[in-house]
Every structure is written in C-alpha cells, then in structure tokens.
C-alpha cells in the first residue's frame, strides 16, 4: 500500500531558488524519511525525522514534520543545477516498521 | 570502499525463464530488502529480510523468491509466475530492521521479452 503522497508532482526552478515539496501520509507513523533518485540510479538517503521531532537540517535542506496534520515537508535553499533529481518521502509505519514510499516529485533545477 | 553492489546493471530474458539477481552489502547490516520500481512510480516492497537465515514477503512478493543464507548476501530470483517482471530493482540494506535509514544499490534494469 502507498502511503506518503508527494506534492507536487514536477517542479522546474531556476538555479538559486528555494524548491519545497510536501509529503502526506494516512497512518502513525515511527519516522519519515527523504530520498534522492537521480534517473537510472539508486536511492540516497537525505533526512530522516522522527515522529517526536518538528524540524531538521542538513546543510542546505530543511524539513518539517506535522504529526497532527499527518504531513512533512522538504525544503532545498539556493537551489543547483546538480540538484535536479526525483525526491520521494518514506514512512515508516508504527507497528509494522516497512517503509512505504510515495511516487516522488521530480525537480527540475535550470542553470 | 563501503557499500551495495548490484550486478548485473541491464538483465535481458525470454519470457518463461528464471533469473536471478545478485545483491551483496559490505555494510555489516543485519537487514536488507528488495524493491521494484515502474516507471514514474515510488518503491514497492518485494521482501526483506531482518535477519541471517530469515526473510519475510512484502506487499508484491508474487512470482518472487529470495535466500539470506550469508549476512552480506541477499539475492533475488525472479520466477517465470512473475506476470510483469520487467521493471527496475533495488536492494537496500539498513543497520537492523525498522528505525534506520537504508543505503540502496545502484540497481538493475530487467527486460523480459
């Protein structure tokens, strides 16, 4: 079953903009975590965020976790032509432990 | 170097065989997992696997089998049942299972014709 929903689902931004994506899941969750795909390739884990924390950073990217609204956000600052890629978000359902995986926004970052 | 490598990168096959896909992580994780993705779709959970010698079905495991006889080893069989086998599959492993960011391999592009 698919649980967390990207939105949206494409963006294209130019070079030195902030690109936000959001993420929506139905269940509790034990954590929720962000991936990067660049096409062809594995995944690479960016942030994870537990479901008792509000806010993490990781150099130039920011997100936030709503528990009560059941969303989570993933904010890249001063965006690069490198960080064009698709990010998907992943929860980790309490009880069950899986993963589950959105279907991803893919960024379009133009020098 | 530390890491999962996935071999072969592009698998050809006539419909109707079996094949098998090598995953393998120098990581020292206790859990790893098998994943299929269709184009312009996220992951879906074929197996995984907590432990040496123990492995469980995911949402997809249909047409599927899976061995974790070594803990760095974790291969994939793709069986002739499977109706949709062509698709991109990632492994991935993570410290132990639940709680844990998990590391993926570069993957493998199956094509069945």
């Known amino acids: 079953s698919q649980q967390g929903e990207e939105d949206p689902q494409a963006l294209s931004i130019q070079e030195g903009e902030n690109a936000t994506m959001n993420c929506s899941y139905k269940?509790?969750?034990?954590?929720l975590q962000w991936y990067r795909q660049n096409s062809g390739r594995g995944l690479v884990h960016l942030i994870l965020i537990r479901s008792n924390e509000r806010e993490k950073h990781s150099g130039r990217l920011r997100v936030t976790l709503d528990t009560s609204k059941k969303s989570s956000s993933l904010l890249i600052t001063a965006s690069r032509a490198a960080d064009t890629a698709s990010y998907f978000c992943?929860?980790?359902?309490?009880?069950?432990?899986?993963?589950?995986f959105g279907k991803g926004t893919k960024l379009s970052v133009i020098p | 170097d530390g890491g999962i490598t996935q071999s072969p990168k592009y698998l050809f096959r006539k419909e109707g065989q079996n094949v098998t896909l090598s995953c393998e992580q120098n990581?020292?994780?206790?859990?790893m997992y098998w994943y299929r993705q269709d184009p312009g779709q996220g992951l879906r959970l074929i197996y995984y696997?907590?432990?040496?010698?123990?492995?469980q079905k995911g949402d997809i495991a249909e047409g599927y089998s899976v061995s974790r006889e070594k803990k760095e080893s974790f291969p994939l069989t793709v069986t002739s049942a499977q109706k949709n086998p062509t698709a991109f599959y990632l492994c991935a492993s993570s410290i132990s299972f639940g709680f844990y960011e998990q590391y993926f391999g570069p993957g493998t592009r199956l094509t069945v014709t």
């Open positions: 992943a929860t980790e359902e309490a009880g069950s432990y899986q993963l589950t």
């Open positions: 990581l020292n994780h206790d859990a």
């Open positions: 269940t509790s969750i034990n954590n």
């Open positions: 696997s907590q432990i040496v010698n123990d492995f």
